[in-house]
């Protein structure tokens, strides 16, 4: 039974080198640190990199629960308006003259209740969850809209609270980095290491047998959507308070950034698999992609805004992406058949 | 027949509306015995395989798992009381590595206080064993099922059976989407799994395959038991003829 045994130096690598989820995005993040560092001055220095990784962070968070989703088999596009409807609530709420600590305390279950909300939808009354999403991002940033009725809110002004909620520096670096960090670790173990996170591979990878295997299959998809909200909920949280404000508009779009990020580390849209390291370092590559677009003088220094540029580069960066990672899963069935 | 067997059916009837799928069959399995069962299309055969896995309750008859009376309403309960079924999609996850889908839904965990992680060594070490007891050649347990072959899915599906104590492994057309190679390793697995003391129940249209694996043979025509004879008197023409109800087996 066996052919194709990896016998052979040349083929020995190229097995090490296919196993490895997360190398399509590790080499297109090696190209472009180096193309921009050739065309930006000072791109490698910490002010940038803290930029880039501030920039990320607000990726990586929310990616962190919505990778468990994805792998999973469900998608969450509400995930944009989720992180504007939680600072909304929380600084109206301290607006009042609520304490700061309550205002938390009541605003971060609201990502909570959200992601029971689209979890319900895609559960219960069996949606696909690309349409349930689809209908609670506008229900969600409508509420947004309303509760701010438009304006924007300042952040409590709190120090303790602004400190850690985003607000702080530590070594140049946003507090929400060192969250992210946390969150990260969490995440990372619990798919790859823990009965929860293999109950996740298997439900996106084929529901059927996972369920006939004794699986709750319908617990895990709806802890995911719940961590998912709950995470895009805390992020806004994090990047309303650094900036000291919210408008209730904050984070459209956001979703199909956070798409990018995963799809580009490694983890399928279709689900059944994972990496949440993958999904960091997807999120890093958007923020050296939007860095080095903000920094670059473009075609001699024309005045188009640079977020035109952004978009068109990673709108390559998602196609050329993708083709790789495709190549790479050619590869390696050809190496891992035995 | 000297020893009890380890699964008897009695005069099971089974119902679709006004047709009879199942007339008053009796069905039994031995103890480390491979039973073949045959029939045309709409015998019944599935049907069977299916009342005995708990798909489907039976509208009349008994059934008795090593001398004891059983009901069974689903296949979670068949398979708590030994009898698993090898499905034809073979319920595996592409994307899992082979010992993770052998643990899949009883992961071993190794605990920290209150966490606790996979005990990935445990979940390695015992798949290799069980692999190594079967003489299943797979290079790496590490392989996710989407990089093996049809007979490769089929041996892990049946590993995973055999490591939780499956008394009697249900498989209807177990080879058909095999190539003449893994037909063979198939067979060796199933001639495998007999002499660690399970019984196996295959369906196939494949008389040859029946033949040459099978210790009896089991025979269905119109819902009824036309025939049950050990494969070493029979030939293929004669189950032939009674499948289709020809020769000395007319009506």
């Known amino acids: 039974m066996r052919k194709n045994n990896p016998h052979l130096f040349f083929e020995k690598i190229l097995y090490y080198f296919a196993k490895v989820r997360e190398i399509g995005v590790i080499l297109a993040l090696v190209v472009l640190t180096v193309l921009f560092s050739l065309s930006v001055t000072n791109f490698l220095t910490w002010g940038y990199m803290t930029t880039i990784l501030s920039y990320a962070t607000r990726i990586g968070l929310i990616g962190a629960g919505a ?6 088999r469900e998608i969450d596009l509400s995930v944009g308006s989720v992180f504007a409807i939680v600072p909304v609530t929380a600084f109206v709420l301290a607006e009042m003259g609520l304490n700061v600590w309550l205002c938390v305390a009541v605003s971060l279950p609201i990502g909570v209740l959200c992601g029971i909300l689209n979890g319900a939808i895609v559960l219960k009354l069996n949606l696909p969850s690309f349409i349930a999403t689809l209908g609670t991002m506008f229900l969600f940033r409508s509420i947004a809209l309303v509760l701010s009725v438009g304006g924007a809110k300042p952040a409590p002004s709190d120090p303790t609270y602004r400190f850690i909620f985003g607000g702080g520096n530590v070594f ?15 995440t990372a173990i619990v798919l790859h290491k823990t009965k929860f996170g293999n109950w996740t591979l298997a439900v996106g990878g084929n529901m059927e047998a996972a369920r006939s295997m004794g699986v709750k299959v319908e617990r895990v998809k709806m802890i ?3 961590v998912t909200s709950f995470l895009a909920g805390l992020c806004g949280l994090l990047y309303a308070t650094s900036t000291g ?28 698999a994972g990496t949440a390291l993958g999904t960091v370092l997807g999120s890093v590559l958007l923020g050296i992609v939007y860095l080095g677009t903000v920094s670059i003088r473009w075609f001699g220094g024309l005045p188009i805004p640079s977020a035109y540029v952004f978009d068109g580069v990673v709108g390559i960066l998602v196609v050329v992406g993708m083709f790789i990672n495709m190549f790479l899963e050619k590869l390696r069935r050809q190496v891992q058949g035995c | ?35 073949g069962l045959v029939g045309d299309n709409g015998a019944g055969k599935s049907t069977l395989v299916k009342v005995l896995s708990g798909i489907y309750p039976p509208d009349e008859g008994r059934i008795y798992l090593e001398g004891r009376r059983v009901e069974f309403s689903s296949p979670s309960q068949a398979r708590m009381l030994g009898i698993e079924t090898i499905y034809q999609d073979l319920a595996l996850v592409e994307d899992l590595p082979i010992y993770r889908n052998i643990f899949l839904g009883k992961e071993p965990l190794k605990r920290f206080g209150i966490f606790s992680i996979l005990d990935e060594r445990k979940m390695k070490e015992e798949s290799e064993k069980v692999l190594k007891l079967l003489k299943i050649n797979i290079r790496s347990v590490d392989v996710p099922v989407k990089y093996l072959s049809g007979g490769q899915r089929q041996s892990v599906a049946i590993a ?23 037909v063979e390793s198939v067979l060796e697995l199933i001639r495998n799994v007999k002499k660690e003391g399970r019984s196996i129940v295959i369906i196939s249209h494949n008389l040859p395959m029946i033949l040459s694996v099978c210790d009896r043979v089991t025979v269905l025509r119109k819902g009824k038991v036309v025939g049950n004879k050990y494969t070493k008197d029979l030939t293929i023409e004669e189950v032939t003829d009674m499948i289709i109800g020809r020769g000395k087996y007319a009506e």
């Not at chain 1, 404000?245 to 059944?272: D, H, R």
């Not at chain 2, 995973?160 to 190539?179: H, S």
């Open chain 1, 67 to 72: 990778t468990l989703l994805m792998a999973s």
């Open chain 1, 172 to 186: 140049g670096l946003n507090t929400a980095f060192f969250w992210w960090c946390i969150i990260f670790a969490i």
């Open chain 1, 224 to 226: 995911n959507f719940i």
């Open chain 1, 245 to 272: 404000t919210i408008y209730a508009v904050y984070g459209q779009g956001m979703e199909f950034q956070v798409i990018t990020a995963i799809v580009l580390g490694g983890t399928p849209l279709s689900g059944g």
């Open chain 2, 1 to 35: 027949m000297l020893e009890e067997p380890l699964v008897k059916m009695e005069s099971i009837c089974k119902f679709f509306g006004p047709v009879k799928a199942l007339d008053k069959v009796d069905f039994y399995v031995g103890r480390s015995e491979i039973v």
């Open chain 2, 160 to 182: 995973r059976a055999v490591y939780y104590r499956a008394k009697l492994l249900l498989m209807d057309e177990p080879t058909t989407q095999l190539g003449a190679a893994e």
